[in-house]
């Protein structure tokens, strides 16, 4: 069964730090997306993709956090510099465009901000 | 900004029970509903979405959508203790989640 690919799936690092993660969403599916979940909260969306165009990044902190999908199939989410508050789960999600009923997550990776 | 309610729990039901699982909603031109059950650690998964007004059923689950009300409803049926499980309820478009239920089935 296809799934999408997270790495790595916990990391650690100290305040002002850079970090990124990488995405590899179910082949086919032209959307992305990448939440941050907060422990004890719902996810929250931060960027979505279709194809390599962004469609909405109006909840990703831009003064520290990017995202790219260069050629519209994986995709990696930084963060420069990391702050406490940043510890989180960063969830990967594909599904086909536009079709949200299709959307599977990845595994998440899990950051803890030192 | 939409905004997506729900009672964090948890909500404790016996095996065998029905456990009713809520979510209120404050856009009211919203069409589709979305719920998730997420395990402890794990990322969630997609279990029912809903576009229409009434019942919505698949297997054990059945969502129910009050557009009149705002709400919509997540029922599982003779519930185990393996739907022990966050609940997350959605609305798109950009997947405004909830908070979440924690629903804890005894045996």
């Known amino acids: 069964e296809a799934e999408v690919a997270q790495s790595p799936r916990y990391k650690i690092t100290e305040k002002s730090q850079a970090v990124a993660f990488w995405c590899d969403p179910i082949?086919?599916?032209?959307?992305l997306y990448w939440y941050r979940q907060i422990l004890g909260q719902g996810p929250e969306l931060l960027v979505q993709f279709q194809d390599e165009s962004v469609v909405d990044d109006s909840q990703l902190p831009k003064d520290r956090f990017s995202a790219e999908r260069l050629k519209g199939v994986d995709s990696t989410l930084k963060i420069q510099p990391a702050e406490l508050g940043d510890s989180a789960m960063y969830l990967c999600a594909s599904s086909l465009a536009g079709a949200l009923e299709t959307q599977y997550f990845g595994p998440g990776t899990r950051l803890l901000v030192l | 900004q939409k905004e997506v309610e729900q009672n964090s729990g948890p909500l404790s039901v016996p095996e065998g029970a029905i456990a009713s699982l809520n979510c209120t909603y404050s856009d009211r031109g919203s069409q589709s509903f979305f719920w998730y059950r997420q395990y402890s650690g794990k990322s969630p998964e997609l279990i029912m979405f809903?576009?229409?007004?009434g019942d919505k059923e698949d297997g054990r689950f059945t969502a129910q959508l009050n557009k009149a009300s705002q709400y919509v409803s997540l029922l599982i049926r003779d519930s185990q203790p393996s739907d022990s499980a966050t609940y997350l309820c959605?609305?798109?478009?950009?997947?405004?989640f909830g908070t979440g239920t924690r629903l804890q089935v005894f045996p």
């Open positions: 959605a609305v798109p478009d950009k997947l405004i």
């Open positions: 082949s086919g599916h032209a959307t």
């Open positions: 809903i576009y229409s007004n």
